[in-house]
């Protein structure tokens, strides 16, 4: 892997469904995998499969389904998550174990109850366990945004040592700040011998609305993956958004000097999917994936953008899955019109069956109604999927 490409790792459907009513079933975690692997992301982490017997059949099921990503599953620093993760991942063609603890003085001693000493001591074994599933170890000291920088020296040396080769530095309450968060990372990298055996990754919270900016800051510090989800869904305020990083990097490569391999005109076919399948809207101007992130309202903008788009316009809405002109839906559409607005929207209905019954539906709406609006196909489609 070349130092200019970064990584990718979407956790949509490990950290993403922790957001409080965000849990998905096992078919519609394959269906935004799917998209995940359209839309060419790395590593999609598939859930925690020591969780339960669901989460479990879910990572199972992404593993056996995908084919271009590589597939990963969380694992505690325990033996038997690690063991769960191997299995669920064994029909993966590219699988990795992602295992962590924490190394944060609060964490060890108020949750863990553990010495420093015995989380180095379990940190190893878990890398070791895993590495007897998959060559490709992912080790993650939890609340590294609050840990000693000398200790987690000592513990990232010990787990390189034992064959990680991710090392992932997550902010995991959201307590960083970007310049710190930076230094961190680039302080990390000089410090510890056999750095340039890992590559660093970053996993940022958004609890003080920084996790891109942290993880941008990161990146310019030498990380080269950002773990980063779909809408910035996730725990409490959410993770880092994929949208906003993927972006980020290519608009101003003059800065980042990296790039990464996503496909970004699948970006709002993947929104439209996770916020259809959690419930959770996108707030219209969301960077990115908002209603209004390219619309132009005031005269002066509108004016500008019709001499020349670069006026007010730093990416072009067709690169991140905007359909440039809008068709506008009625009755007289055909399939074909219906079934690009719902690619375009991110509604897999599965099945030919599926979509022509949902076609006839769309037909019967249209009489009814002068236009069909986008909210209009997502309420069609959801209860073509209930119907089921
Ligand atoms: O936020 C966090 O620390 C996590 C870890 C499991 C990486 O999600
Ligand atoms: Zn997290």
Redesign the pocket.
């Known amino acids: 892997m070349s130092s200019d490409h970064l990584i990718i790792f979407d956790?949509t459907l490990?950290?993403g469904e922790?957001s409080p009513g965000a849990s998905m079933t096992r078919e519609e975690k394959v269906r935004i995998a799917r998209q995940l692997e359209r839309m060419r992301v790395d590593v999609i982490e598939a859930g925690f499969p020591a969780a339960s017997n669901g989460d479990f059949e879910s990572v199972k099921a992404v593993a056996d389904a995908i084919k271009d990503s590589t597939i990963c599953g969380?694992a505690r620093a325990l033996e038997r998550d690690i063991q769960r993760a191997g299995e669920a991942l064994r029909g993966a063609n590219s699988s990795r174990i992602?295992t962590?603890i924490a190394t944060s003085p609060i964490h060890m001693e108020k949750k863990l109850r553990m010495s420093p000493e015995q989380v180095i001591e379990q940190a190893v074994k878990a890398v070791t366990w895993a590495r007897q599933y998959t060559d490709n170890v992912e080790f993650?000291p939890?609340?590294?945004g609050r840990s000693d920088p000398d200790f987690l020296c000592r513990v990232l040396e010990a787990v390189i040592d034992a064959g990680a080769r991710t090392l992932?530095i997550?902010?995991?309450v959201g307590y960083s700040v970007p310049g710190q968060f930076g230094e961190l990372i680039r302080n990390l990298r000089e410090r510890i011998p056999n750095s340039d055996k890992a590559i660093f990754s970053v996993?940022c919270?958004n609890d003080l609305g920084l996790a891109v900016a942290n993880s941008l800051s990161a990146v310019l510090n030498g990380a080269r993956q950002v773990?980063c989800t779909i809408n910035g869904l996730g725990?409490r305020a959410g993770n880092a958004a994929l949208e906003e990083i993927v972006m980020a990097v290519r608009t101003r490569s003059d800065v980042f000097q990296c790039s990464t391999r996503i496909d970004t005109t699948q970006i709002v076919p993947a929104s439209r999917l996770v916020a259809s399948i959690t419930g959770f809207a996108v707030q219209p101007n969301k960077a990115i994936v908002g209603a209004n992130a390219f619309a132009h309202e005031s005269g002066i903008h509108q004016d500008g953008v019709l001499k020349h788009r670069e006026t007010y316009e730093i990416m072009r809405a067709e690169d991140v899955g905007w359909s440039a002109n809008k068709m506008v839906l009625g009755k007289h559409s055909g399939r074909n019109a219906f079934r690009t607005r719902l690619t375009e929207l991110g509604i897999d209905l599965g099945s030919e069956e599926a979509i022509n019954a949902a076609f006839t539906r769309f037909k019967e709406l249209a009489d009814k109604k002068h236009e069909i609006f986008d909210e209009d196909l997502h309420a069609l489609a959801s209860d073509e999927v209930a119907s089921h």
Do not use: G, K, V, Y
Request: proline residues 5%; glycine residues 0%.
């Open positions: 956790t490990r950290d922790q969380l992602h962590f993650s939890e609340d590294a992932n997550p902010d995991t996993h919270h773990e725990e």
